[in-house]
């Protein structure tokens, strides 16, 4: 994610994940389930991350070992709190507070589970901090605000109170200008005031939205700043989750478009939050793209292919109907074809697998043909073990590489061989029954054949 602009003072995140996201049905903690081939957790550290923070916290529920194992993973030095009874979002950064101990500068709250705020959006609300908002709020319109706590502002964006829908009147429910839940302001002012902060309201929650009246209460000046819907989405069921999905995809598409990838039909071509589609690249339809994938200049992919965490040369071609596993490297110019799959494979510039092939653990040396249904053994039911191949080599049709082998550089492997010793460079290597052909052998058979045939029909008889 590119880095936002870093303003005068410095930034601590505070992230939200302590909700039971009892609402997916799933043993996975809801900030686990993934957008784009990476979890929503990811995708907020993403967010927190190009703030450049000094500090970021997360907040996780009873039992957030896995969430902050994966916070971990994803955000070395991230601190990571326990709110063990869920009491309310101001409840939540209250237990933060003793891990922002000493924190200057201003304080950020973001959820865990709305995955989308851009970059952009934060930006603006630094901004209006830096033009002098004591607490920044970012809201959004809605046309169906619903159940979305309601901003009270006045026209210029002055931020009057939020009120939860549940607490609201009448009037305020016809509002239609919502609270997003992020919160900008200074840290230490923040942590302070939500020391005041009560649960006398209708969820008997403490609420982080009550920080607005209390700092107004004290004159501190607090702002709207408005951002897209579509950035607040959050993920509280399955179908949130595939609405997520489907608005990853949209922007991630256009994204790849806009920067000189055809996409014959956007809407069938899958991709991940870190693909990588250089210019010229086609994508014809039906191609799923999972996390690791980078595509150099010039490269085509054909229709149903799948990839992971590979890299696809200039120039080079994949599919119709390829696989491409986790740790495939295909240099420049590299023909593969149909019903190949490869994993953990590299191979040089301008190697050709045509069709119907396996290739795993695995180097292929530059220009080497790999005919039809060529395949490595690597695996023996307990170890894998590596191919190599040298550059101008040809692998005749439906040869077996016995791994561990090598077959040298120029060399030949003849149709139908079992390659279980190394081939030397420019060596003919051929393990197959000699043919022999025995004359008239064929109608004789026939004739017997068919003689039984009818002798069986006539005993049915
Ligand atoms: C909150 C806001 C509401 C806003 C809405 C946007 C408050 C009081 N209300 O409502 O104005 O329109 O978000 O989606 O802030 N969480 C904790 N601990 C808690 C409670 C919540 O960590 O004790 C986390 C949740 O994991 C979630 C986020 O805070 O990531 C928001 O919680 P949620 O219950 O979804 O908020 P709402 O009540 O919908
Ligand atoms: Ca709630």
Do not use: W
Request: net charge negative.
């Amino acid at each position: 994610m590119e880095r936002v602009e870093k303003p005068g003072r410095p930034i601590s995140v505070v992230v939200l994940a302590a909700g039971a996201g009892t609402r997916m049905r799933s043993d996975r903690p809801k900030v686990l389930h993934e957008v784009g081939g990476a979890s929503l957790l990811a995708h907020a550290l993403g967010a927190a991350a190009a703030l450049g923070p000094e500090r970021t916290v997360l907040v996780v529920g009873h039992g957030g070992e896995a969430v902050a194992e994966a916070a971990r993973a994803i955000t070395p030095g991230i601190r990571i709190v326990e709110q063990a009874e869920r009491l309310g979002t101001g409840h939540a950064v209250r237990c933060a507070a003793p891990a922002l101990d000493g924190v200057e500068g201003d304080l950020v709250v973001l959820y865990a589970d709305t995955p989308f705020i851009a970059p952009e959006s934060l930006a603006r609300m630094a901004a209006a901090r830096d033009a002098g908002a004591g607490l920044v709020v970012l809201g959004f319109e809605s046309a169906d605000p619903g159940r979305y706590g309601r901003l009270v502002t006045e026209g210029d964006g002055t931020l009057l109170r939020i009120v939860e829908a549940r607490d609201a009147g009448p009037g305020e429910l016809a509002i239609t200008t919502c609270n997003s839940g992020v919160m900008a302001g200074e840290a230490a002012t923040m942590l302070r005031l939500l020391e005041h902060v009560g649960n006398d309201n209708a969820q008997g929650e403490y609420y982080l939205t009550d920080l607005v009246s209390l700092a107004r209460a004290e004159g501190i000046g607090c702002r709207a700043v408005l951002c897209d819907e579509a950035e607040t989405l959050g993920v509280n069921d399955r179908a949130d989750l595939a609405r997520a999905e489907a608005a990853f995809q949209a922007r991630a598409r256009r994204a790849a478009m806009l920067a000189g990838a055809t996409l014959v039909a956007p809407e069938t071509v899958f991709l991940s939050h870190d693909t990588r589609l250089g210019r010229d690249v086609t994508v014809e339809p039906n191609v799923v793209i999972g996390p690791g994938v980078e595509v150099a200049d010039g490269a085509r992919i054909a229709g149903f292919c799948h990839l992971e965490h590979c890299r696809i040369g200039p120039g080079a071609t994949v599919g119709p109907f390829a696989r491409l596993r986790g740790g495939t490297a295909l240099g420049a110019d590299c023909r593969v074809g149909n019903f190949v799959e490869m994993k953990n494979a590299t191979l040089a510039a301008g190697v050709k697998a045509g069709h119907l092939t396996y290739v795993g653990d695995a180097a292929v040396g530059a220009g080497a043909n790999l005919g039809a249904g060529t395949v490595t053994c690597n695996y023996d039911g307990v170890d894998k073990h590596r191919t190599e191949i040298g550059a101008h080599a040809f692998i005749g049709t439906h040869a077996a590489l016995v791994a561990p082998v090598t077959v040298g550089e120029g060399a030949y492997v003849a149709t139908g061989t079992v390659v279980t010793e190394d081939v030397p460079d420019e060596a003919l290597a051929i393990a197959r029954p000699r043919q022999t052909n025995r004359e008239g052998l064929a109608a004789r058979l026939r004739k017997t054949f068919a003689a039984r045939k009818a002798a069986r029909a006539r005993s049915e008889s």
